[in-house]
């Protein structure tokens, strides 16, 4: 319809209505872009008017590493109640104890809480500095606390590999693989711990002028709120990476935990032996409730190191950088008669405004659109962190599910190991879910009454 080709004529770029007085530009229609009424494509952008999020209190590395660290000695302590229980109760039972402590591998219970305290260690080590005074006694404290911690773990290591053998202790070494394949030979995520709070921008930050602003791997991370695409562009690519660098630590710890803290004591444990009739140390267990301890484990502990990698202000970080960067939706091909523009890397584009590009005809859609159509990373990024709510809400929504599944298991279970494994899990989850709760309320006040529209 005529009504409609003058309205997409009307968010056109600025060389497209500068031309109307001559004929037109070659990629629209001559006729829309005589029309006099046409508004400049460069006075409709402006930059996003951000909410201010104010500080919400977080827990620090060594703090968060030693929760992590009890934690999975906790569920450790639980697999062998799940493992060596005894029903000492009953008139003919010859146990006098709740576990079989004699089948408790004193060596492999050592080897596998010294893994667990590997990155405690090492936070301690980097974070715990001393005065000018006592400098060299805390440094010596630290060389000795590591030395110590070699030494025991290598003989503890030897103990297990003379008691169960080679092929068996191989078990211990899959986490590495797990490492090769997200991290590579670097060993940079064994000892980095990422900043809990973005550092303020600066006021060179600000600069929207022309020239491109390179943003170092390891520098702070920060928000620049500039009219210059490629900025926005990079700044992007930064907080990709180190996104996408924070969900691989995530996963990889988490499986860490649950490997050695609940898979390890299983897979050296006394498994039982169909064709052996005498074999009076043979050990029966619910296999599908060990299995479910490991899962329930290893969600626990993903939900722990995601609320702590993904803290509600570096999320509002992502989001900054989402508004600004915008989406471009692809439009169908019978739609290419309506007039349109060349895409230009350096053009920050409005809403509404129709490009073409090499793969194909894209409509911007954001305040701003500084994304290059096509690029399913762009995309993906803005689709996760444009809505500044969403991934608080699945974090929110999938603590509530496992906590509520925990529940539901306790509430059916009568077995005194089953009651105190399910009770304990809780009371870890419960703070987690406290912790995101609150971020979750506060987060929700803050975005409620903002308005996302555009500020002049």
């Known amino acids: 319809m005529p009504g409609g080709r003058r309205l997409f004529s009307r968010i056109q770029s600025s060389n497209a209505y500068s031309s109307g007085k001559s004929g037109g530009s070659g990629s629209s229609h001559g006729h829309d872009d005589r029309d006099g009424n046409v508004v400049p494509l460069a006075s409709m952008v402006v930059l996003p008017k951000h909410s201010y999020l104010p500080e919400i209190p977080g827990d620090g590395n060594l703090y968060f590493e030693c929760m992590l660290f009890v ?50 260690l090492i936070c301690f080590v980097q974070e715990v500095t001393g005065s000018k005074l006592l400098h060299w006694p805390v440094q010596i404290a630290k060389g000795m606390l590591i030395t110590s911690a070699v030494i025991c773990a290598a003989y503890a290591l030897y103990q297990v590999i003379n008691e169960h053998g080679i092929k068996t202790c191989l078990f211990l070494a899959y986490p590495a693989v797990i490492y090769l394949l997200l991290f590579g030979l670097s060993i940079k995520p064994l000892y980095q711990h990422h900043q809990a709070w973005p550092r303020p921008a ?71 032996y169909t064709n052996c009739e005498t074999c009076w140390n043979t050990l029966y267990y619910d296999w599908w409730w060990m299995c479910q301890h490991v899962c329930l484990t290893w969600l626990s502990a993903l939900l722990m190191l995601t609320s702590h990698f993904l803290q509600p202000h570096y999320l509002h970080l992502l989001h900054k950088s989402a508004r600004h960067l915008g989406r471009w939706q692809r439009m169908e091909a019978r739609n290419a008669h309506v007039p349109y523009n060349a895409w230009s890397e350096l053009q920050v584009w409005p809403q509404g405004a129709l490009v073409k590009h090499v793969r194909g005809l894209f409509k911007a859609e954001g305040i701003n659109v500084t994304a290059e159509p096509g690029n399913s990373l762009h995309g993906r990024f803005y689709m996760l962190f444009h809505q500044p709510m969403r991934v608080m809400n699945w974090l929110v929504f999938l603590t509530c599910s496992v906590v509520g599944y925990q529940f539901f298991r306790l509430v059916q279970s009568s077995e005194w190991s089953h009651i105190i494994s399910l009770a304990l899990l809780m009371f870890c989850n419960f703070y987690t879910l406290f912790k995101l709760l609150r971020d979750w309320f506060l987060m929700g006040k803050v975005y409620k009454d903002h308005d996302y529209g555009i500020s002049n």
């Open 71 to 120: 934690f999975g000695i906790i569920m450790m302590c639980l697999q062998y109640i799940n493992l060596y229980k005894t029903v000492w109760w009953l008139p003919q039972s010859h146990a006098q104890y709740a576990l079989n402590f004699y089948l408790i591998d004193v060596n492999l219970v050592g080897i596998i809480s010294l893994i667990l305290a590997v990155r405690l």
């Open 202 to 272: 600066l006021a060179g930050d600000r600069q929207s002028g022309p020239q491109r602003v390179k943003l170092k791997e390891d520098a702070p991370l920060g928000h620049t709120c500039t009219l210059t695409p490629d900025i926005v562009r990079e700044e992007v690519d930064v907080l990709k990476r180190d996104f996408n660098g924070r969900l691989r630590q995530v996963l990889f710890n988490s499986l860490t935990t649950s490997f050695y803290a609940t898979g390890v004591p299983v897979w050296f444990s006394q498994n039982s």
